[in-house]
């Protein structure tokens, strides 16, 4: 769900000390004499590496999707390393990996068994360790470059969704997830400095009299003009409680303004309502550690809508939606299905297989709702919307959604980077996989020329997909059938306008309603079609 989905976070470190570490290179390492060393770059830590190293092939073995030796993550990560000196290249021959520079074997290292996740992390280490001291590139390349030059590598033998970011990236993802301390604007880097896009609701710049618009011309006294982004970012991050001084320029005016602001806990915001007509307009632009609160917070301004009887309809928008914490998904669907099934994940560790029922608290349950999807609707998004229509809830509109059903567990490593690793799929309350095939609508707005020849073919039921080919068992690894289920609604990308004022129709009139939205499932009992796609589509 980043960019995707579920996180669990685990600290994986086994230490080694240095005089077992002498000993490892005594007994495994053979080398050339090394008259010809190069100057190294002080910051590596060859212990330090060996437990980075077991930690990412322990984490790869324990929950990756698949079973992937690490023999094979650490020879992949290893010749990673010709990316920084071409000149560097690592091979398996017999019993030993051989380190070759410049055509030379300058290092022969005993192979350890194809499973021996500590064995191959000796090995990365002291190959990394030998190759710094014949290669004068290896030797400036910083710890975190090799790092994320040999995961990189290791990654490559995964799948698209799996990922290592470095320490850095790492701390950004954590505070787009959890939240951090800051005054909640979101900006633009111009000339004169900082533009304010947007000030986030009920936080310290919103407090403090902030607005749109507004140009940060100076920070803690010094020019903001010329910053970076990721400098302007660090500055106006902070400890929580801690004051940052700013001096803004207001649009329309020369006079400078001098703010002060204090940080507080910010969790970017990912929903937001509208009264649109008589519907109520939300949308969920992702799924982090707030969602679900702040949806619920915007459902008790659509349930005074509803009282001042000014409600026909919720219009959820999930368009353009990547995804987010599987939780939040589930937690977020719970809002609007009363019983049954929500989703389940299935993967190869025991702990993946996980079962999410809905409680009965629909906070809404007689208002009528859609639900928008396009090909850019991806993984929490797609749970979202699987749930809402298998359940009957909602009537989904749009196109098919974008087929990213794998759920990532994110694991902290020793240097305080993360492995982002795909550890189940997950399975619509229905029993079909999402993987690969993403969800077709109910009503499908792709394939439509012109608002006119839509607004007749909803009239008509030609924009109608028959719950049958929904809910078809088709492998997510058969790429033909898929291909053909979705070609009954290609995926679209843009916001088309028309899916709006097809869900305005919809909602102001209850027998086109009806139509759409009649093939309600008991999720309850999808057990037999889950056991069935289950067989076709875990690896």
Not at 112 to 139: F, H, I, M, N, Q
Not at 415 to 422: A, D, I, R, V
């Amino acid at each position: 769900m980043t960019q995707g989905a579920f996180f669990r976070f685990s600290e994986t470190c086994q230490c080694m000390g240095r005089k077992a570490l002498a000993v490892s290179l005594a007994l495994l390492l053979i080398s050339c004499a090394r008259s010809d060393a190069v100057p190294q770059n002080q910051d590596f830590d060859t212990a330090r590496a060996q437990r980075m190293f077991s930690a990412g092939y322990q984490d790869v073995s324990a929950v990756f999707i698949r079973d992937v030796p690490p023999e094979q993550l650490a020879m992949a990560g290893l010749n990673g390393l010709n990316t920084i000196d071409p000149k560097v290249s690592v091979i398996r021959q017999g019993k030993e990996v051989l380190l070759i520079v410049d055509s030379d074997i300058v290092a022969r290292i005993d192979a350890p068994r194809a499973s021996d996740t500590e064995g191959w992390a000796r090995v990365t280490a002291l190959v990394l360790w030998e190759g710094r001291a014949r290669s004068s590139k290896l030797a400036e390349a910083s710890s975190e470059t090799l790092y994320e030059t040999v995961f990189d590598g290791m990654i490559s033998q995964l799948d698209t969704y799996s990922r290592y970011s470095g320490r850095d990236e790492a701390r950004e993802n954590r505070a787009g997830r959890d939240g951090f301390g800051g005054i909640g604007v979101r900006i633009q880097v111009i000339r004169e400095g900082v533009k304010i896009v947007s000030v986030m609701e009920e936080t310290p710049a919103q407090k403090s009299g902030m607005q749109d618009g507004d140009v940060v011309v100076a920070i803690d006294g010094e020019s903001a003009a010329g910053m970076s982004q990721r400098d302007i970012v660090r500055r106006l991050r902070g400890p929580l409680d801690s004051r940052v001084a700013l001096k803004v320029k207001r649009r329309d005016s020369d006079r400078l303004l001098d703010i002060q602001v204090v940080r507080a806990h910010i969790v970017p915001q990912t929903v937001s309502y509208r009264q649109d007509g008589s519907s109520a307009y939300i949308r969920v632009s992702g799924f982090n550690q707030s969602t679900t609160r702040t949806l619920r917070q915007k459902l008790a301004e659509v349930e005074e809508q509803r009282k001042r009887g000014q409600l026909d309809g919720i219009i959820l928008d999930l368009r353009d939606n990547p995804g987010g914490l599987l939780d939040q998904a589930v937690s977020v669907a719970d809002l609007f299905v009363e019983t049954g099934r929500i989703v389940s994940t299935h993967g190869r560790h025991p702990d993946s297989h996980q079962y999410f029922e809905a409680r009965s608290d629909d906070v809404l349950d007689e208002v009528p709702m859609v639900v928008l999807v396009n090909g850019n609707s991806a993984s929490a998004s797609e749970i979202v919307a699987a749930a809402l229509q298998d359940s009957g809830r909602a009537v989904v509109i749009g196109s098919n959604s974008f087929g990213k059903g794998t759920v990532q567990t994110v694991l902290r490593l020793p240097n305080e980077g993360e492995l982002t690793l795909t550890w189940a799929r997950f399975h619509a309350p229905s029993g079909y996989a999402l993987h690969h095939r993403g969800i077709l609508p109910d009503v499908c707005t792709s394939k439509v020329a012109t608002r006119e020849q839509g607004l007749r073919d909803l009239d008509d039921g030609t924009l109608l997909i028959a719950p049958a080919l929904q809910q078809a068992a088709v492998s997510p690894d058969d790429e033909t059938a898929l291909a053909a289920l979705r070609l009954n609604c290609p995926l679209r990308e843009d916001d088309n306008d028309l899916d709006v004022e097809i869900s305005h129709r919809l909602l102001e009139n209850p027998d086109l309603y009806q139509r759409a939205h009649g093939h309600q499932i008991d999720t309850a009992k999808g057990g037999n079609q889950l056991s069935k796609n289950l067989n076709q589509s875990l690896d």
